[in-house]
């Protein structure tokens, strides 16, 4: 799959701009993820391709809308060195699976990179090496094997923890 | 164990003896918050888990981020979240300001854990509480729950001494610290704010300390609860928790305010900080007073009296948005609404719209905002080529009058 490289510090503006997300009609959302930072994003992304980023990536407001249009634009997974907590709380709630990998930087934009999603191995084809990847907490991984929050909620939730 | 006031917060709350930083705690929720924009998709998430909101008077939907509505969009989904006001009877429903003042002026207490589907959130923690933003599912999950899981947060301890010098203000003291610690910093982190001057500070003041400890990528801010706090809060009392003399904190950053000058935080970045002295004379379009950082009564106070019998440029376009109807009539009975009107401000209900660029105050093409809201990022108030400068109210209303930026120290 094919790889959308970003920087530092991406945040929800740049993701989904305010004036775009009155609305959670989330093919609508899919159209805009990037509209004005990178348009070429809209155009060009295909279903299962994977966006790589540097620290922190996320920042800023709350809104679910980010992932929301991330996932509903086709991106299967985002790499990233690190995210924003309330992004990555989003991502997890909402089934679109995130990677905190130090090793995003070596992976370049237009890379292949394939993701094992039952192994969680990931390795750029292109640069011919595989990626660290950092586990995710036991707690937020019943989250994640749920499917999202309201899975994990409707099937007995903190009963279960 | 010695621990944080976040640490005995959350421990209170999870109904365990005590907790320590990386465990994960289920906790009981005081109050859960969502506005206009982010109230829809978590109505969506809770309709799939609950037919009841957990408790009627502890949900709080507050309309601030586009009302009243600017398009056929954004009264379609105030329709929506009404719709589950009615059904749900919930009795926090509110049209007339900020979500995080309204939080801070009826519900917050101390000790209280509050969550809101916005990530300015941390503002209310100044008030003694554990209070963090969130998304839409995981306030759905909430709204039918009453409980949310937290990871616990190692702590950052940020000791402010001495005192500001004329012409700086809370705003600018945090500014230079999201510039020292930067836009990832604080990441996962609970911000203390401790010291001489936050003692000193007013309650407002420490709400906008608060209120930026997530553009450092901090969890919550949160202050200790004291009589000014106390007194504040008026019938609200709460739990008083504070944090242990030999609690663990993974740094603790000490910070002379007097050597703090008046800030700017320049494009695209919050913690792209400088002294305003780095672009004193450049020009500005539109000035915003305003919002969860900076609408409380004593910023339209010195605003006020920088502005009071003077007209502002006729380049410049200035908004004011008291942050609640509260501030709003006490603005109004101390004469500072018509004070600033006579200058040339446009006067707003209380919402927050035109800092995200949702209602109001729309930037057009290379336009330049001088604002004193929290963020500064491309395209958020507007086209994606305008500016958003980051400032405190009084560097605001100075550069109104000037139709540049300007040092506010020259107007006081």
Partial sequence: MKVWKFGDDINTDVITPGRYTVTTDKKRLGEIAFIEYRPEFGKGVKEGDIIVAGNNFGCGSSREHSPVAIKAAGISAVIAKSFARIFFRNSINIGLPLFVSEDADKIDDGDEVEIDFKTGEISDKTKGIVLKVKPLPEFMQKIVDKGGLVEFLRSGGYDNV | MPSTITEKILANASHKKEVSAGDFVVADVSYAMAHDSTAPLAIEGFSKIADKVFDNDRVIIVFDHFFPAPTVAGATLHQKSRKFVMDQNISGFFTNGVCHQILVEKFVSPGDVVVGADSHTCTEGAL????????????????????????????????????????????????????????????????????????????????????????????????????????????????????????????????????????????????????????????????????????????????????????????????????????????????????????????????????????????????????TQNRNFTGRMGDPSAEIILASPATVAASALAGKIVDPRDYL
């Fill in chain 2, 128 to 371: 003694g509480a554990f209070t963090t933003g969130l998304g839409s599912t995981d306030i759905g999950g909430v709204m039918a729950t009453g409980k949310c899981w937290f990871k616990v947060p190692e702590s950052l301890k940020f000791n402010l001494t001495g005192k500001t010098k004329k012409g700086v203000y809370a705003k600018d003291v945090i500014l230079s610290l999201v510039g020292d610690v930067g836009a990832a910093g604080a990441l996962y982190k609970a911000c203390e704010f401790t010291g001489d001057y936050v003692k000193d500070a007013t309650v407002a003041s420490r709400l906008t300390l608060c209120n930026m400890a997530i553009e450092m990528g901090g969890k919550n801010g949160v202050i200790e609860a004291d009589q000014k706090t106390l007194d504040f809060l008026g019938g609200r009392v709460g739990k008083i928790f504070k944090s242990d003399k030999d609690a663990v904190y993974a740094d603790t950053y000490e910070i002379d305010v007097g050597a703090v000058e008046p800030q700017v935080a320049l494009p695209p970045v919050v913690d792209n900080v400088e002294p305003v002295s780095a672009v004193v004379g450049k020009p500005i379009d539109q000035a915003y007073l305003g919002t969860c950082t900076n609408g409380r009564l004593e910023d339209i106070e010195v605003a006020t009296k920088i502005l009071k019998g003077k007209k502002i440029a006729q380049n410049v376009r200035l908004l004011v948005t008291p942050a609640s109807q509260d501030i709003y009539f006490a603005a109004l009975k101390n004469g500072y609404l018509q004070a600033l009107v006579d200058a040339g401000a446009a006067v707003c209900n209380p919402t927050c719209g035109p800092c995200v660029g949702r209602h109001g105050g729309v930037l057009g093409e290379g336009e330049v905002c001088l604002s």
